[in-house]
């Protein structure tokens, strides 16, 4: 999903899909994330035809047709190119390739916190002939897990933040993507700050561990903050019900530039004073046990690589599977082809477990050791 917009102006990616389909926003919202989430074509024209009764199965059809195509983007099965399927010449199918490269690896994990797939949809718990099958549920495991991995972090940071600079506020609720603090008035508006430097750590950690060097501003701070006394979607809406017919006082929603008027240029201290990068206070901790991430491991293999996925000339595709390979060879094939050998090794040792090696029968063992890593004639 790489649309970048805002709901009010209605320039964000749910308010766009619903103006080219002629659907509500809310239905809209369902169409793009039962898209993210591996839902196929199908589910798309059925979606479409119940959000609008005056549509034919023929239009339906070919509208998912066209924005699949124009988002997912098309795919290969064929060998020749990069020794793997992958989707091309869509806005979204760097997404989805390196969704389906994560759920269907040996060892699926998280990209932040390294979280690993439940057995049930391991890959060495499945007969081999599904290797590619319950992709929905996949990949749906590897948006959602790295979802609680970034509410997991978030929490975590504002709970540092509160406590370092004796924030009166506690977590309260968090409801799909939005988190509730209480606060004590006074200070809603350093909770705010503290919230956006949260998100700012979050994010900073996601792109470092995908091995991006860098953050845009763009996606750096939550494009607002809602301060708000009740619980309601927009802190705007008057909330006039038959038993409550007296319209609630909006409350306030601060973007990053509002925030920083708010506290002083930035200062999450009560009195304003400036920040400092070291000051003198012990937050604890220890680097015990800590080990360095392999922060490259999702970077993309080559150039040519990069410039396929975005491409639909699928002969432009061609010549530059063939760049890559002239440079690189089968490195694709090669890497998985070592995946699958150490996964075979990992199998055996949980087949048998050795011990001091009496009464083994060693025959048998290589026999094994050979079938697992594919090499027994």
């Not at 766009?16 to 509500?24: E, N, P, V, Y």
């Not at 992958?86 to 989805?96: M, Q």
């Not at 009496?358 to 079938?371: A, F, R, Y």
């Amino acid at each position: 999903m790489t649309l970048e917009g805002t709901k009010a102006a209605g320039t964000d990616l749910h308010s766009k899909t619903a103006s080219i389909l002629g659907i509500s926003r809310d239905q809209a919202k369902v169409f793009n994330y039962s898209r993210i989430y591996g839902a196929g074509m199908r589910h798309a024209v059925l979606l479409l035809l119940q959000s609008n009764a005056g549509m034919l199965p023929e239009q339906a059809q070919k509208l998912a047709q066209n924005l699949y195509a124009s988002t997912k983007g098309k795919n290969t099965h064929r060998a020749d190119l990069f020794g793997r399927k992958f989707w091309y010449g869509g806005t979204e199918s760097y997404v989805f390739n390196k969704l389906e490269e994560i759920a269907l690896s040996d060892r699926p994990q998280t990209p932040a916190l390294g979280c690993g797939v439940t057995y049930a949809l391991s890959k060495e718990y499945l007969p081999a002939t599904f290797g590619d099958d319950y992709m929905p549920s996949r990949i749906n495991w590897v948006v959602q897990s790295s979802g609680v991995d970034y509410l997991h972090l978030l929490i975590v940071s504002m709970e540092h933040l509160i406590k370092k600079y004796d924030i009166q506020a506690r977590y309260l609720i968090s409801v799909h993507d939005e988190l509730r603090y209480l606060v004590k008035e006074e200070d809603r508006y350093r909770a705010a700050l503290a919230l956006q430097i949260a998100n700012l750590w979050t994010r900073s950690l996601f792109a470092y561990r995908l091995g991006m060097d860098d953050l845009p501003q763009g996606v750096a701070f939550f494009s607002a903050v809602d301060v708000d006394k009740v619980l309601r979607k927009e802190v705007d809406m008057p909330c006039v019900t038959p038993s409550q017919p007296i319209p609630i006082p909006p409350g306030e929603s601060l973007d990053i530039a509002k925030v920083l008027e708010k506290t002083n240029g930035g200062s999450l201290w009560p009195d304003g004073a400036p920040m400092v990068e070291n000051d003198g206070i012990d937050c604890g901790g220890s680097l015990v046990g800590y080990r360095q991430p392999d922060c490259l491991v999702h970077r993309a293999h080559s150039a040519e690589w990069l410039r396929a996925q975005a491409s639909s000339d699928l002969q432009e595709i061609k010549q530059l599977a063939m760049a890559h390979k002239a440079k690189f060879g089968d490195g694709l094939k090669s890497n998985r082809q070592a995946s699958k050998n150490i996964s075979g090794l990992r199998r055996l040792r949980k087949v048998r477990t050795l011990g001091d090696g009496n009464s083994v029968d060693w025959n048998n063992t290589i026999e094994q050791l050979l079938k697992s890593l594919d090499m027994h004639p």
